[in-house]
């Protein structure tokens, strides 16, 4: 990381080193106590001229202080990063570079000084959700895999990323032909799982399609899945919730008609559902439009089922 010529070995040396101290304690207290180890020198390829270089450094740094308050410290007083130089990347037509710069400002939020925090991660989480809907299942697999990351850093960020709509989009990546697509997506959900208001949107989306519980369980397991999670779903199959459908519109338009559906509901529990069929009149005296009405009409009565819902 210090003594290589190439900047190109240095940076990657320098990412190795922060993966291989990851959740480390040992390793990491190793790596900070060694006499050539300093922040300043990843700080420096930062700013390198060469993008490959540039982008490695933001990521060694992130990796370093992903879930690591001391080390973000330690960045902060070693000279800090600054936003202006995650834009290039951020705004960049290549998606892989999009991709890294999204999750590295997100971890690195708290330290950069020149823009406010909450901003920050807002850019990051939004451009991360938006390459969901890439072409390429490298960038599929990338974007969720750095989300499921994400949704277990710190408070605020995982209701972020639920509130802007990522659930049903991962949920449709469970559907990919790519296994790691599939992989990344379903660690994703079961960490995002964990949030109250994810865990509902999660079970709406396997309600709607009870096979992507299957492919959840298959490749994040119990490990990933929140408990709760799994109870509520085991809940729904043993009192036979039927599948979530999608609703039609309560006006119908079929040719020149339209169909109106009324529900009553009476004292003893029952239903009625009636059907009028209303066709255009001509012009009343009025100059108004006249509407007639056909005397077809259509009842159903039936009586409603109560589920012991918790």
Known sequence: MVQARQDIIKVEAAYTLGCVCLSNSANMKAALDHKDFSFIHILRQLYDEDEEVHLLAGAALSVFAYNNVVNQRNIAMSGG?????????????NEKQATYAAFQVVVLSRIIPDEDQSLTSAIGIKLLVSLLDSTSENIQAAAANFIGGLAHTRAGIPGAIISIGTIPLLGKLLTSQYETVQA??????GYLSYDSIGERQLLSVCRRDPFLYEVMQFHAGKVKLSPQFVERWQHCKRIGLPPIMKKPDQFLSVGKKMVTAHFALDAEQTFTVASTNESPGGMASDGLPERKISAATSMRTGTILRLPIA
Do not use: G, T
């Open 81 to 93: 990063v600054r936003y202006h130089a995650f834009i290039p990347f951020l705004e960049s037509k």
């Open 184 to 189: 990344a997506a379903a660690v994703a959900l």
